[in-house]
């Protein structure tokens, strides 16, 4: 069994392949076994992958599953004692994989970790997809040390250290492959956006640990695949939240966050279409409302296996404020604020 397998899950990611697996394949050698994992491509990637990267080992996936089900369908073909999940559009620093390896290795009560996450485009400022590890506020709205909501802070060091978080990025995460499979892998249905948050809290519920380490540290492109104004993201967003809600939320907590969320998702809706006149995210987030409520009972076997493996009702990470109150009303648009 390897030791270390980088999994990186691509889909119509040529381009990004050429630009960022070389220095995967260079700076990850002797740490590390990489795998690209395809979703069924329609251009050259597989092409890209036997000319030039003869070295990578790669999993063909019979169609596009998504990001969670891609990983898991990818990952049961992969015999690892951590599994790192990687995007296609990372580029990793030299020993990048070596302090998160000894820090896993060391502390056996800490599932996953992610490293600090910066924009590729301004090298100096942390990237919005996970910065430098991830929280949740009451309502399920997610920030990060180094961004929250549309924030982002540039990295002065002021986040060197580690730090036990709620959710790690899915951008580049490292996970003991039992722990993933313990607690279910990804949620498949969720097909993309959240997935890492519902895994990461899955793992905090059952007493399992999840840091931020910045003594490792990547750039990140991020929106490769779906711009960040897109309706669908914007959709799978909001669904995919409150889905995640629905499943790990203590049932004395379920029934208030919900009420407070049918509000301020219905507020957040009419605001994009008045404010910022975008009628794609207005009608995206009416939709995602509606699947919700149509498909949330699909769940309820997952919400009773879940609250069943609960080891403590108090999750690292889970902050008992409003977020949109700090940010909004009280102008703290920081992490190190709160």
């Not at 599953?65 to 990372?90: C, H, M, P, T």
């Not at 910065?131 to 040390?145: E, H, K, S, V």
């Not at 929106?223 to 669908?232: A, Q, V, Y």
């Amino acid at each position: 069994m390897e030791k270390v397998a980088i999994v990186i899950l691509n889909w119509n990611g040529q381009q990004m392949l050429a630009q960022y697996l070389p220095t995967v394949l260079e700076y990850s050698q002797g740490e590390a076994t990489v795998y690209v994992a395809d979703n069924a491509s329609t251009d050259d990637s597989l092409g890209l992958l036997r000319r030039d990267f003869p070295q990578c080992k790669v999993i063909v996936l019979d169609k596009n599953w998504g990001f969670a089900e891609g990983y898991n369908k990818a990952l049961r073909q992969v015999e690892a004692e951590y599994y790192l999940l990687l995007n296609s559009d990372i580029e990793v620093t030299p020993h990048w994989l070596t302090p998160l390896i000894a820090f896993m290795d060391k502390h056996l009560e800490v599932a996953a970790c992610q490293p600090k996450l910066l924009a590729i485009h301004q090298r100096d400022s942390f990237e919005y997809a996970g910065a430098c590890g991830g929280f949740l506020d009451r309502y399920g709205y997610p920030f990060c040390r180094g961004r929250i909501f549309d924030t982002v802070e540039q990295d002065n060091g002021q986040y060197d250290t580690p730090q036990e978080v709620l959710w790690a990025t899915g951008a580049a995460l490292i996970i003991r492959a039992q722990d993933y499979w313990d607690c279910g892998g990804l949620d498949g249905r969720f097909f993309a956006h959240n997935e890492e948050i519902d895994l990461c809290w899955r793992l905090c519920i059952r007493g399992r640990k999840v840091y931020c380490l910045p003594q490792s540290k990547v750039y990140h492109v991020g929106g490769g695949t779906l711009p960040k104004s897109n309706p669908m993201k914007t959709f799978l967003n909001f669904r995919n939240n409150l889905t995640m809600l629905y499943k790990c939320l203590p049932d004395d907590e379920l029934r208030h966050v919900m009420r407070w969320r049918w509000l301020l998702d219905y507020v957040a809706a009419w605001e994009t279409l008045l404010v910022n006149g975008n009628v794609g995210d207005f009608k995206a987030i009416w939709r995602a409302r509606r699947a919700f409520r149509q498909w949330h009972h699909d769940f309820d076997d997952d919400r009773r296996r879940i609250q069943a493996s609960r080891v403590t009702k108090k999750i690292p990470g889970q902050r008992m404020f409003s977020l949109l109150w700090q940010y909004y009303v009280k102008g703290r648009k920081r992490y190190s604020e709160f």
